[in-house]
């Protein structure tokens, strides 16, 4: 039985405890050439990483933009929820559930339930998905609002102080120009 969620079909469902510790995988779930989504209520208040798909490309959302190899965890460092690792994406940084936590947040305080985060609602092992979505991209971007960015990656949240790569990469200037507002999230330590 198909669930629908916020208007799309929800096609796989995690218990966050879970993501501590087997990869995250839609290899077998995902259609291909369709939108999918993380459902940030579901993240944030049911502890639960909820993926919905759509044939159309929803009219709200927002997309995280990060470093695929972002600054590391300092030694001795564990996010406070742990964190999961994404099949076909074992090569990029663990995704820290807090950080994931906090963009869901920031996205639901703009009202958009729902959250494109490349690494989760691409099939990563499926060439055929990948490559469809990267096509896509610029449209996931401007349609955007808001683009939430994590400097440092999906590791941790860095302070406002730390250097980062960000800048330098070569999908920042379509993740920060063609959204419709952009917001930057950090560490923030000084009360």
Not at 163 to 173: E, K, Q
Request: aromatic share 8%.
């Amino acid at each position: 039985m198909v669930k629908i969620v916020l208007g799309g079909e929800a096609i796989k469902e995690v218990s966050l405890d879970k993501l501590k510790v087997e990869p995250f995988d839609i290899t077998d779930c995902a259609n291909l050439q369709r939108y999918r989504f993380i459902d940030a209520d579901a993240f944030v208040n049911g502890n639960l990483l909820r993926v919905i798909e759509y044939a159309e490309l929803p009219e709200r959302f927002s997309t995280i933009s990060y470093i695929w190899k972002g600054n590391p965890l300092r030694e001795g460092e564990e996010p406070p929820m742990g964190s999961f690792t994404v099949v076909g994406a074992e090569r990029a940084d663990p995704v820290s559930i807090d950080v994931v936590k906090s963009a869901c947040h920031t996205a639901l305080h703009y009202n958009q339930s729902l959250v494109w985060l490349d690494k989760v609602c691409i099939a990563q092992a499926v060439g055929k998905d990948k490559n469809w979505q990267i096509q896509i991209m610029g449209s996931l971007y401007k349609r955007a609002d808001p683009c939430i960015i994590l400097p440092g990656g999906l590791s941790r949240l860095l302070p406002l102080e730390e250097p980062t790569a960000w800048v330098g990469r070569a999908w920042t200037l379509q993740e920060a120009l063609l959204p419709q507002s952009t917001k930057v999230l950090f560490k923030w330590k000084h009360g």
